[in-house]
């Protein structure tokens, strides 16, 4: 059965901190790019960070540079973003998605194949 299961999101306040999971079953992990996408209310669902299949390479959007970093563990075929000194703007739902097959950082949605079902961030001021 296929899984992607994402976790680790919550209410926290301007400056905190999270750590979201998204661990996968029933698909080939390691041979995969995988990235991390948020979509608020009202707009376009944007890649936030990707990773590419070996872990070797990332991506980051400019607004979160410096603050987010992305990790995987193949091993366990668990994706990890590690988020800090969080906004108010990044308040959304934020989903993990496994990209191409021995793919790059490419955090275009367009090449994105399975999609777990998300996990809620909200950062209060």
């Known amino acids: 059965q296929v899984q992607v299961v994402e976790s680790g999101g919550g209410l926290v306040q301007a400056g905190g901190s999270l750590r979201l999971s998204c661990t996968v079953s029933?698909?080939?992990?390691?041979?995969?790019?995988m990235g991390w996408f948020r979509q608020a209310p009202g707009k376009e669902r944007e890649g936030v960070s990707c990773?590419?299949?070996?872990?070797?390479?990332?991506y980051y959007a400019e607004s979160v540079k410096g603050r987010f970093t992305i990790s995987r563990d193949n091993a366990k075929n668990t994706l990890y973003l590690q988020m800090n000194n969080l906004k108010p703007e990044d308040t959304a739902m934020y989903y993990c998605?496994?990209?191409?097959?021995?793919?790059?950082?490419?955090?275009?949605?367009?090449?994105?194949?399975?999609w777990g079902q998300g996990t809620q961030v909200t950062v209060s001021s």
């Open positions: 029933g698909l080939t992990f390691d041979d995969h790019t």
């Open positions: 998605g496994r990209g191409a097959r021995y793919g790059g950082t490419q955090c275009a949605l367009k090449t994105y194949d399975y």
């Open positions: 990773i590419n299949w070996s872990g070797g390479s990332t």
